[in-house]
């Protein structure tokens, strides 16, 4: 299928760009817009807690139960991101890592079920990280990035349990990791593909690895390396504050000189 570009933007109807979030909800919401510059989805979602005052008409909002910490969203983005997504595929983004350039939309991005920016390769001595239950090493992943509604269904369908890994004795829970390494070989044999490292590195990036150098990518993940030139709504919010406090501080100097 070719996507038709309509007054400028990519037209992306089988798609749902989609957030969860109970934290950093105004920076989430900007780097929703900032997604859709240059693209109509067929939906888009604000997964929090309570709907946010002022939330565009151009974004739904659906309702979870208050995501207390990092555990809560990683078990969520597994078990129940697909109860809110109504199209066949969802873009996931978040207020550190959203679509910076449509103009780099590729069609195969939709012949898998899974893409996101790719992992680095795991340090020298650990052979935990980024590793399927055989041992391989699993180069793509990241969180922010597009699932397929079968693979978001899957998990809680199939009545997958919950595991994390153990590294540096500790248990880590990673939605991520969980979907693309743990359960790969699940997702696999049911048919659903994750997309190689040689797409992924059109796609987004995030690490700063080697065979992203030189290549623009549709989306990011945090502000590394060459991802510093992207918005960072966080700043922008600081950059604010100092504005109003300087503003403060002129009409308080402006009204004592004036006596």
């Known amino acids: 299928m070719t996507h038709k570009i309509v007054n400028g933007k990519l037209q992306l109807p089988e798609v749902t760009l989609v957030a969860m979030t109970s934290v950093n909800v105004k920076e989430t919401i900007k780097a929703m817009l900032y997604s859709m510059k240059g693209i109509d989805f ?42 809110h997504i109504n199209t066949d595929f969802a873009m996931i983004v978040h207020a ?25 390769m795991p340090k020298e001595g650990d052979t935990t990280t980024y ?33 994390g890994e153990e590294a540096y004795g500790k248990m880590w829970f990673h939605e991520d990791g969980f979907i693309c390494c743990k359960i790969k070989h699940i997702l696999e044999k049911e048919g659903m593909k994750i997309a190689p490292l040689e797409v992924a590195v059109y796609f987004g990036h995030e690490h700063m690895i080697p065979e992203v150098q030189g290549i ?26 100092a504005n109003k406090g300087l503003r403060r501080l002129h009409g308080k100097l402006h009204k004592a000189i004036r006596g």
């Open 42 to 83: 067929g939906d888009a979602v604000l997964i929090t807690d309570k709907k946010p005052f002022g939330l565009p008409k151009s974004i739904r909002y659906s309702h979870t139960s208050k995501l207390d910490n990092i555990d809560a969203f990683n078990y969520k983005m597994v078990y129940e991101l697909g109860d």
């Open 216 to 241: 623009t990518p549709f989306c990011f993940h945090k502000w590394d390396g060459t991802n510093s030139v992207y918005p960072n709504f966080f700043n922008e919010g600081l950059w604010n504050k």
């Open 131 to 163: 590793r399927d239950v055989n041992g391989n090493i699993c180069r793509v992943g990241n969180s922010v990035g597009i699932r397929s509604k079968r693979l978001m269904d899957y998990p809680k369908k199939a009545g997958i349990p919950w595991e």
């Open 96 to 120: 550190d890592g959203y679509i910076v350039h449509p103009e780099m939309w590729r069609e195969e991005f939709l012949d898998y079920d899974y893409i996101g920016s790719p992992w680095p």
